[in-house]
């Protein structure tokens, strides 16, 4: 292997990075959206790459990872028709039914219900469907929905681990290293299952006082009926016509993108008065842009050939102690992503870990440690994934409406709920992963 040796490329590309990185990693000071910055970076890493001559904007199109852009672009819309129908708040008013006011019962039932959504569609969606909903179960319960909101979001971020579009870290991960949908599902399936289990028992004891109280008894049995029973019908038959597509995708030469639109126009032709407009405009574009203009970042950063140059020095420990650098890749992850977008960290980390396979290192062991890290890193703080802000958001608007302060979700309160979660995730993938190591070394991922 050849030495590379640090030159202008790398230091303009590795500034216009960390001067990025640090914009977006600090949105909650200044006030600006991280996409703004994102953009920003984007378009000076064009111009410094084509002034400097390692960078231009035919090679920042190409830099772009349109699978994830598509399909994140295609189950946003796919959500967005089904929101109006009513189905989601039926179901959530059905399981606060079916819990009879046991309060651990409710918890772990909406848990399973987020969790298993958050398995086809991203946690940031699926929060922000139930979160809501929570709430109003709650006040009818006349319970503290501290435990249910934390709940959602940690068992929801775990959960999301397991498949390859449960959460858009794993989306790059699998689109970058050719990892189809089983291939996904088989290796961080039961190692999730364990871990969510975990979690959900754990939350028992965290929250035992809170589950202790004993609830009002309001009416459930006048639920509230699907507003649009058609289209919500047809939603869910294209979301299970969308499984077997996500699980046959390798064998039909299908890109996941590509089995999420099918999924988007069967679901337009045959829902009832779906307004593409009105639904497009639901479609969080920001985020979106956020992703391109990140690919565009670490882009460039790869042509300059910064990346490979910082992956000349983990090599040597890579090939050392596999096994352990596995379980450091995945430890340093989650800390990083408990307090950063996991997001930027692992589209830095991709073209690391791609240069050492293109040293002839297995390198297939990295890629479950890094989803692993940054999945479970998310439960970590308030700040460890976007669903999570968003249900600290609500807590404090609730509390800033009821005039309760205590109904917040404070980062305090989060790093001592979420922390020990994190932590005994943690400990039970680094277990696994070490007892059937050889399991998740298979090459040919």
Not at 91 to 103: N, W
Not at 353 to 378: C, D, F
Request: glycine letters at 10%.
């Amino acid at each position: 292997m050849e030495t590379l040796v640090w030159n202008t490329d790398m230091l303009v590309s590795g500034i216009i990075l960390v001067l990025t990185f640090i914009g977006i990693f600090t949105e909650g000071v200044h006030g600006f959206h991280r996409a703004k910055f994102a953009l920003g970076g984007a378009g000076a890493m064009v111009l410094a790459g084509q002034y400097f001559g390692f960078y231009n904007p035919e090679l920042a199109v190409e830099a772009i990872d349109w699978n994830v852009i598509f399909l994140l672009g295609a189950m946003m819309t796919i959500v967005a028709i089904m929101i109006p129908t009513g189905g989601f708040q039926y179901l959530a008013y059905k399981i606060a039914d079916l819990s009879k006011g046991r309060l651990f019962v409710l918890l772990a039932m909406m848990g399973s219900l987020v969790t298993v959504l958050s398995l086809l569609l991203d946690n940031v969606t699926t929060v922000v469907i139930f979160g809501p909903l929570i709430i109003l179960i709650c006040q009818a319960l006349q319970v503290s929905p501290i435990p249910y909101l934390l709940a959602a979001a940690l068992l929801s971020d775990t959960g999301g681990v397991a498949t390859l579009v449960g959460d858009p870290p794993n989306l790059m991960i699998g689109s970058a290293a050719g990892i189809d949908f089983n291939t996904f599902l088989f290796h961080m399936g039961g190692i999730v299952f364990c871990a969510w289990i975990a979690t959900l028992f754990f939350l028992k004891v965290l929250f035992k006082e809170e589950l202790a109280v004993t609830p009002a008894k309001p009416d459930f049995s006048q639920l509230e009926e699907i507003r649009d029973p058609h289209t919500w019908k047809a939603s869910l038959w294209v979301l299970v016509v969308m499984v077997v597509g996500f699980i046959s995708h390798n064998a039909l030469h299908w890109e996941p993108w590509f089995v999420a639109g099918m999924g988007l126009t069967i679901l337009v032709f045959i829902g009832k008065d779906v307004d593409m407009d009105d639904h497009f405009a639901d479609v969080e574009l920001s985020l979106l842009m956020f992703f391109m203009a990140l690919f565009i970042i670490v882009g460039g950063v790869e042509h300059s050939k910064f990346l490979e140059y910082i992956g000349q020095f983990i090599l040597p420990f890579v090939q050392g102690n596999l096994l352990f650098a596995c379980i450091l890749l995945m430890w340093v992850s989650a800390v990083l992503s408990a307090f950063i977008d996991n997001i930027p960290f692992t589209a830095a980390m991709i073209p690391i870990i791609l240069g050492m396979e293109q040293q002839g290192i297995n390198v297939s062991p990295l890629w479950w440690a890094l989803a692993a890290g940054v999945g479970m890193g998310g439960n970590g703080s308030h700040l460890g994934s976007t669903a999570n802000v968003f249900i600290v958001t609500i807590s404090e608007k609730l509390a800033r409406d009821e005039g309760k302060p205590e109904l917040a979700i404070t980062p305090g309160l989060w790093i001592r709920k979420g922390s020990p979660v994190m932590l005994l995730t943690l400990v039970i993938c680094s277990i696994i992963m070490s007892v059937f190591f050889n399991f998740y070394a298979e090459s040919g991922v």
